[in-house]
């Protein structure tokens, strides 16, 4: 049986997907984790006038250049509320912080280097020219680009965006991407079981994963293993729009796996079926029209990591972010046997040795219906086919399963 190596599927599937170039206008709040489709020029000038960096005095810096200058004080200045008059010869405005800065004056004074006198300050410390002054316009100014098309907006650059005075954002529409579970078996969690029947998990961990990945998710729930009921939900998907059609179960070779032979009915072209990896073998990739269709293997680790592989680029492609980065190399922290013909994704649990190296260490048991291993393991050590044993202590290639948890 012939067996596709993972790189070349990978590269197979992403090399068909498009990204989404549809249009939408959100709210600013909505915009978060999104990518805008068209650059964001400032509304406005900011700082919109000359303004104040801290609480002090604003003066003319010729008045005061040693400490011991006395000033007349004529007035404040506060954010919001301006100092109207002209600051003279020997006079001072008290002045806050992002308040505007007087007309006449060139320079502000902590107020920590003054002592109050009668109807003014003294000096107690020299005076820089246009020392704590921030210049009208010095963030941005009105017409600038400030964020390119292609931009992921996250907390710094939707206050950027505010700041630049958008209440909305145009941004890409996310990929949509239907799930369905098969299987007779399958209940949703929270059901009472029958003596046969098990709880339909994977469906919230590939959801998860393709929400992170910047996807909208299509729960099409669970059907029986039945070729109307699968086909019905797929029109539903069709009807639906979406981008990505995502089978979990019923892709491997028993009597009760027709989901390939169902979606082949529906006009499914069959890009490829079974890798050279393992968990993971039965996936099947292949195309409903423009529409990309998973279909993953039913038990859960094997549904997770075909998730991470094929299905997180997958989005982040047509969601226009770029992949994440999960591969590092660490140390093996136990010797691994010789690999055979497919790509093995052994997980294991990462911890840093006394030297401060991390290092690898698998499960002895690496079943792919065992979700608890899965959830405790923080890697997936990568062995390329026919790889040859691997001493304990050696560079070990990994996948991170939390990337932005490793520090
Ligand atoms: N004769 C062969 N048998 C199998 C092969 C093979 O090559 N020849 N491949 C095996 C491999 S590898 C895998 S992986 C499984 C995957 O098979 P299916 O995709 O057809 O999955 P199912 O049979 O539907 O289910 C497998 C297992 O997972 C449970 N399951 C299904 N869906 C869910 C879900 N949404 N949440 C949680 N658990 C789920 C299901 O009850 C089964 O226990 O096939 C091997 N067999
Ligand atoms: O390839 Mo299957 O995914 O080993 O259990």
Known sequence: MSMLPVAEAQDRLLSRAKPVRTIETVALPEAEGRVLAADVKAKLTQPPFDASAMDGYALRRDDAPEPGAKLRLIG???????????????????????????????????QED????????????PVRLGQHIRPRGQDFVE?????KAGTALDFSRLTVAAGMNHGTLEVWRKPV????ATGDELLPPGSLPGPAQIIASSTFGIAALARKAGAEVFDLGIVPDDKAAISAAIGRAMQAEVDV???????????????QATLLGSGMKLDFWRIAMRPGKPLMVGSLGEVHVLGLPGN???????????????????????????????EAAATLRANDQRQ?????????????????????????????IFAEADCLIVR????????????CPVMLLRPDLLD
């Open 384 to 395: 390329p086919p026919y790889a040859p044993e691997l001493r304990a202590g050696s560079p």
């Open 177 to 180: 991407v239907a799930l369905l």
């Open 76 to 110: 404040t200045s506060s954010a919001g509320h301006g100092f109207e008059g002209v600051i003279g010869k020997g006079e001072t405005v008290r002045i806050f912080t992002g308040a505007p800065v007087p007309s006449g004056a060139d320079s502000v004074l902590l």
């Open 143 to 147: 017409g600038e680009v400030v964020l």
């Open 114 to 125: 003054t002592e109050k006198i009668e109807g003014g300050i003294c000096t107690t410390f």
């Open 344 to 372: 093995d994704y052994v997980r294991a649990t990462l911890s840093r040795s006394s030297s401060g190296v991390l290092a690898a260490k698998p499960f002895v048991k690496q079943d792919s219906s065992m979700m608890k």
């Open 245 to 259: 059609i995502v089978t979990l179960g019923g892709a491997s070779v028993g009597d009760h796996d027709l989901v």
């Open 300 to 330: 859960p680790v094997s549904s997770l990591v075909c998730g991470l592989l094929f299905l997180e680029p997958l989005i982040r492609k047509l969601a226009s972010f770029p992949p994440v980065r999960r591969n590092a190399t660490v």
